[in-house]
């Protein structure tokens, strides 16, 4: 089965820097789209950026367009979010998600257009 295993999270001050990974496993990686969504306390669950199954197309959340960066490598079977200039508005679990593998849909940025998820990995970023 699709297992999706995210890493990379933790305690950091504002202005810090952050790199998330998400190692998949199960199905043919580089077919998908990979998404990062994120959860804060007493909110609801948000996209923050997609990149499509080659990597040549990316959406950004405007909260984090210009300080957030996905990428993925293919060859590892892994997606990455680079995060930088953290804000404490950045605190939340963030999940991974792979796409359903649509043609149509290349950059999906709504919880339901993706297929699997991780478990999720807390970022706390303290003011």
């Known amino acids: 089965q699709v297992q999706l295993v995210e890493s990379g999270g933790g305690l950091v001050h504002t202005g810090d820097s952050l790199r998330l990974s998400c190692a998949a496993s199960?199905?043919?990686?580089?077919?998908?789209?990979m998404g990062w969504f994120r959860q804060a306390p007493g909110k609801e669950r948000e996209f923050v950026a997609v990149?499509?199954?080659?990597?040549?197309?990316?959406i950004y959340a405007d909260s984090v367009k210009g300080r957030f960066t996905i990428s993925r490598d293919n060859a590892k079977d892994t997606v990455y979010l680079q995060m930088t200039s953290l804000k404490p508005e950045d605190t939340a679990v963030y999940y991974c998600?792979?796409?359903?593998?649509?043609?149509?849909?290349?950059?999906?940025?709504?919880?339901?257009?993706?297929?699997?998820w991780g478990q999720g990995t807390q970022v706390t970023v303290s003011s």
């Open positions: 998600a792979q796409g359903s593998g649509s043609v149509v849909v290349v950059t999906p940025t709504r919880d339901y257009e993706y297929d699997y």
């Open positions: 199960g199905r043919t990686f580089s077919l998908y789209a």
């Open positions: 990149i499509s199954w080659d990597g040549r197309s990316t």
